[in-house]
């Protein structure tokens, strides 16, 4: 069965302190892996998409990375308004539509001053 | 700016009553989304549509139905609201490309059935 699994459930910083969530799937036929914030309140918000192993993203102090099991989202000395939930998708290799997306139940982070 | 607008930020229903949930994108999309959120379960897909008058079953569809009648237009509708669909229920569009294009989102619509 297709799954998506998100790691840790929760994460706590202190500002400054980087770290790094996971994502792992089983998925057949990866066709891309998406990195979405969603802050309270709001719909998810795109940040990154990866095709292949080895591929990397970066924006701000975020950098997303791609290995044939999982995606890492690493954080670099985050700052308070980086506080989010942050889901990661996988995308199935069927169709050619959006709809093929599953995603993880998402890593809450909160970075305290 | 790019803009998925669903119509209500809070609904609260009645248990039978039919429910109507709009969303309109303004991005000349092809695809959208239906999209329900709950707590500990994540995002699961209820329906989608790759254009007009065409509708796809995602993971979830029981209980739901969908319409779109013009391009920029989603409605998923509920034909008899049950507790089981007290949920937040986030709608998405996307255009369509062979490429993986990202999914833009609506704030969501957290309906309530008493």
């Known amino acids: 069965e297709d799954q998506v699994t998100q790691s840790p459930e929760a994460l706590r910083l202190q500002e400054g302190e980087s770290s790094s969530l996971n994502c792992s799937y089983t998925v057949s036929g990866l066709r891309g892996l998406f990195w979405y914030r969603q802050d309270p309140g709001k719909g998810p918000e795109f940040l990154f998409t990866?095709?292949?192993a080895g591929e990397e993203k970066e924006k701000e102090r975020l950098k997303a990375t791609l290995t044939k099991k999982e995606s890492f989202l690493h954080i670099t000395a985050p700052k308070p308004e980086d506080s989010a939930t942050y889901l990661c998708?996988?995308?199935?290799?069927?169709?050619?539509?959006?709809?093929?997306?599953?995603f993880g139940k998402g890593t809450k982070l909160s970075v305290k001053p | 700016d790019v803009k998925v607008t669903q119509s209500s930020r809070y609904l609260v229903k009645r248990t039978g009553e039919k429910v109507f949930l709009e969303c309109v994108q303004d991005?000349?999309?092809?695809?959208m989304f239906w999209y329900r959120q709950d707590p500990g379960l994540g995002l699961r897909l209820i329906y989608f549509s790759y254009d007009v008058k065409m509708k796809e079953k995602g993971d979830i569809p029981e209980g739901y139905s969908v319409s779109r009648e013009k391009k920029e237009r989603f409605s998923l509708i509920l034909e008899s609201a049950s507790t089981n669909q007290t949920s937040m229920y986030l709608c998405?569009?996307?255009?369509?490309?062979?490429?993986?294009?990202?999914?833009?989102f609506g704030s969501g619509t957290q309906l309530s059935v008493l």
């Open positions: 991005m000349d999309h092809e695809n």
């Open positions: 998708a996988a995308q199935r290799n069927y169709g050619g539509s959006q709809g093929n997306l599953i």
């Open positions: 998405a569009s996307g255009p369509l490309s062979a490429t993986n294009e990202k999914l833009f």
């Open positions: 990866l095709y292949s």
